[in-house]
């Protein structure tokens, strides 16, 4: 028996070092994943909720004038005055261009005394008539010439207004296709204006969500140019499809405002349905390198969670992995913390 209790006495030390050494492992480990020197931070929280958002498809379109013009001539002769320049505004009424016609003032004088001669004819019919010195029939025939040559007459005079052009409406001048000296004609365009008061967005809306626009419905469009974002309501939709392009024609009547202006490129934003997402603040998401992370609220402390991240969605933004619903995490103060540092609510 005294032999053996040396053996033990030896192999005795060996057991107590390891549980020693295994003792010391266990501590480093527990300071590493709780690090007692960092301090407290105060910080706000919010529970992650799974909540509904609009599925949007974005349609491309133009910014259009709602009233806009191409002044043409209604009859043919040399423009000898165009009084306006691009970007110019002209009131409705005013006059944009003067032609010289003098054959259509000939045909006017050649009409008025055609007319009068024509007058003076029926008037002395009129009177043999009564008399009964000439037929019912050639006083009507007098009667018709008359009138025929009063209505000539009128057409003239008509063609003599066609000379001076003026503006339909209140506008702006946008385009300019001739100028002083050139040969008018009907047909041929002169100027174009446009009303700046009241744009809209034209779009071509592709039939698969054709159905999802109503007219008078609010829409939301971007404008390149125009910063935040707009509201239109939906004026004008085609009742059939385009065969080449199997598209509908939408407008979208648009609410002016600085910066907006007619041949800007847009994207309406058309709701195609809903569909159910995790979001938190976009506050609550820290960028550190190529990493997107949040900190979840663990037992008073902070715990490094790396996530997918979405779409923004108004001031949150989407998470597509990484969370859970009900999970708890820092809103406010969150890039300042550290992973496991312990927290406090504000």
């Not at 829409?219 to 009742?239: F, K, M, N, Q, Y």
């Amino acid at each position: 028996m005294n032999r053996s209790i040396p053996g033990a006495v030896a192999f005795l030390p060996t057991v107590v070092l390891t549980i020693a050494l295994a003792g010391c492992g266990s501590k480093h480990e527990s300071e590493k994943e709780n690090p007692p020197h960092l301090p407290a931070v105060s910080v706000r929280m919010q529970t992650v909720q799974s909540r509904p958002h609009a599925i949007i498809d974005e349609v491309v379109g133009t910014v259009r004038a709602k009233r806009q013009a191409t002044i043409e001539a209604r009859v043919s002769g040399q423009i000898v005055k165009l009084p306006v320049v691009l970007g110019q505004r002209v009131n409705a009424g005013e006059r944009v261009a003067r032609l010289e016609a003098a054959e259509i003032h000939a045909r006017l004088e050649q009409a008025e005394a055609a007319s009068e001669h024509a007058e003076r004819d029926w008037k002395r019919a009129s009177a043999l008539f009564e008399q009964q010195a000439v037929t019912r029939a050639e006083y009507e025939a007098a009667e018709s010439r008359n009138r025929v040559a009063k209505g000539v007459v009128a057409e003239a005079k008509a063609m003599v207004s066609y000379v001076q052009i003026a503006a339909p409406f209140d506008g702006i001048v946008t385009k300019k296709w001739a100028d002083v000296g050139d040969f008018a004609s009907p047909g041929k365009p002169l100027i174009a204006i446009e009303d700046p008061s009241v744009l809209q967005l034209e779009a071509d809306v592709p039939q698969a969500i054709a159905s999802h626009v109503q007219r008078e419905a609010h829409l939301r469009a971007h404008v390149d140019g125009v910063s935040g974002e707009l509201t239109g309501i939906v004026s004008e939709i085609g009742p059939a499809a385009d065969p080449v392009t199997r598209t509908f024609p939408v407008k979208v009547d648009l609410v002016a405002q600085p910066g907006l202006s007619s041949g800007q490129f847009g994207r309406l934003l058309l709701p195609v349905g809903e569909s159910h997402s995790l979001r938190v603040p976009v506050s609550a998401v820290v960028l550190r390198g190529q990493l997107e992370m949040v900190f979840i609220v663990v037992n008073e402390h902070a715990q490094m969670q790396l996530v997918e991240t979405g779409k923004h969605i108004g001031y949150e933004m989407e998470i597509l992995s990484g969370l859970h619903a009900s999970d708890v995490v820092a809103v406010e103060g969150a890039a300042q913390l550290t992973d496991g540092q312990p927290v406090v609510e504000k």
